[in-house]
């Protein structure tokens, strides 16, 4: 069973837009993490927040966590074409549960 | 530093046949991990390996099996395929508790 799933499935964007993803998952985790995969290719690691944090910024990349509501968003601000990718977030717990993603393409 | 290399790119395979999935790391991570990703399903987990000589289930086990050669090796057998093994296959390495190195992914089409 998927133990996350991001929101929306695709998202459209003009460069310079800001963009949000939104994950929600089902397990009590430890941590939450963030991947970005390029098409055809594997998933790179973005940026981990802690159960115990609320927000945590890195360079363009803003996110949250809610664990009373058992989500999280990623901000992406002021998109660039280079950013079109699918994006995936992660939970820890005892081992890694993938959400299903979100297919964001910026517009040049 | 190769990170987490992957063979082969691609295959295809007819049912009932077997393959091997190779992967390797030269980080001296102690994890190890492969996953299936498929369409709208995200990555799950088919087995893993906290450390040489230790394997462990994941979410999707059923049909592979798997083998910690040394440290930097991580295989895993598709003993008889089937079309629904059709599949991306990724290899992953754990560096500290929380940060999974990827590979290039090995594309699997089971006709």
């Known amino acids: 069973s998927q133990q996350g799933e991001e929101d929306p499935q695709a998202l459209s964007i003009q460069e310079g837009e800001n963009a949000t993803m939104n994950c929600s998952y089902k397990t009590s985790i430890n941590n939450l993490q963030w991947y970005r995969q390029n098409s055809g290719r594997g998933l790179v690691h973005l940026i981990l927040i802690r159960s115990n944090e609320r927000e945590k910024h890195s360079g363009r990349l803003r996110v949250t966590l809610d664990t009373s509501k058992k989500s999280s968003s990623l901000l992406i601000t002021a998109s660039r074409a280079a950013d079109t990718a699918s994006y995936f977030c992660?939970?820890?717990?005892?081992?890694?549960?993938f959400g299903t993603g979100t297919s964001l393409t910026v517009i040049p | 530093n190769a990170g987490v290399t992957q063979t082969p790119k691609f295959q295809v395979l007819k049912t009932g046949q077997s393959m091997t999935l190779q992967c390797a790391q030269d980080?001296?991570?102690?994890?190890m991990y492969w996953y299936r990703q498929d369409p709208g399903m995200g990555l799950r987990l088919i087995y893993y390996s906290a450390s040489e000589g230790t394997t462990d289930k994941g979410e999707v086990p059923n049909g592979y099996n798997v083998s910690r050669l040394n440290k930097r090796e991580f295989s895993l057998r598709l003993e008889s395929a089937a079309p629904s093994q059709t599949s991306v296959y990724f290899c992953?390495?754990?560096?500290?508790?929380?940060?999974?190195?990827f590979g290039p992914g090995t594309r699997l089409t089971v006709t």
């Open positions: 992660a939970g820890t717990g005892n081992q890694f549960y």
């Open positions: 992953a390495s754990l560096w500290g508790q929380y940060e999974q190195y």
């Open positions: 980080m001296n991570h102690n994890s």
